[in-house]
């Protein structure tokens, strides 16, 4: 049984336009690293977090309820202790998800536990307010997924890597995220939605999907679009309640003033990261360029650059 090992968990971004709690998808190049031991003492403790950006060392750090579940499932007896550097700012990017999926591999693989997925995907959604997998599935099995429920089960399905489109996060830097999607979902629940509106959020929903299965990037322009300025969608709700620090569409507005229709922008899980999408790489490149400049016209630091999606599993992040 290895003493220790170190593992990199990385970003995720939630919800892919009009698929809120519905889909989500694995970031390369944006990752947390995490070093954990076997000691001791029972439990778990996190003895260092640096980077960028620290994670919290106390248990207000929801990765203490994941791991307390796999010691007393597993009749685990030593404890795990963690040093954390993550240098992904958070804000839309998964950052509690993948503390909470570190967690889950170090104990599988310290422990030889041979969880299968869906149990990494069981513990670790216990670290996710809601318990909502679209950033925990993603970072665990890799890739774009969409989820769906069948009863009080829940089931996912991995798409094929996206040929046709191209992925770029933009990371504003001096807006502070405040409610959320707790306060979306608050919102939303005080709304009225009738026959129509529910066809209407089915419609966008289908579109979405069937745009990314085919690689369509005009499907998934306009499902897109059409999500950011519908009045009872949860990117509309958080733009207004001013999570996001700067309007959606006028950002989109500004892209598509510079790219034309070869890009489009969308809140990265409750922002205010935001995700572009584009139909290639010289497209993206163009969109980032744009939307950092918007930003900056409105006083915003914001940074960004062209990615790609990681299809590798989280098991496979052992360095």
Sequence with gaps: MPAQATIRTYA????????????????EGLYMTTHGK???AHGLRIAKSDGNYPVPTNASN??????????????????LQLSVTNNVKPGGLGISGAGAVAVVELLNYVHNLNLTAE???KYASLGEPSQHLDNVVP?????????SWKGNQNAYEKLDSLSGITPAIVMPYDIIKSGGTAHARKVLECMDFNEEDEKYKSKLASLMISGLRAGSFGKIFEAIKKDNSWQKSVTFVRNMAGIYGIDINYLNSRLEAVVG?????????????????????K???KAVKAVTQTYASLGKKAEGFV???RNAASEDGFV
């Design 38 to 40: 076997l000691i001791a």
């Design 283 to 285: 497209a993206a490149e």
């Design 307 to 309: 990615t790609s999606f």
């Design 62 to 79: 929801t990765i203490y309820k994941v791991a307390e579940k796999i010691f007393h499932d597993f009749k685990i007896r030593k404890g």
């Design 139 to 147: 970072c665990i099995i890799g890739g774009i997924v969409l989820i």
């Design 12 to 27: 995720t971004s939630a919800n892919l336009g009009p698929l809120f709690d519905r889909a989500g998808a694995k970031i």
């Design 261 to 281: 229709e070869e890009a489009v922008l969308t809140p990265s899980g409750a922002g205010p990261a935001m995700l572009i999408l584009a139909k290639n790489h």
């Design 119 to 121: 149990q990494k995907i």
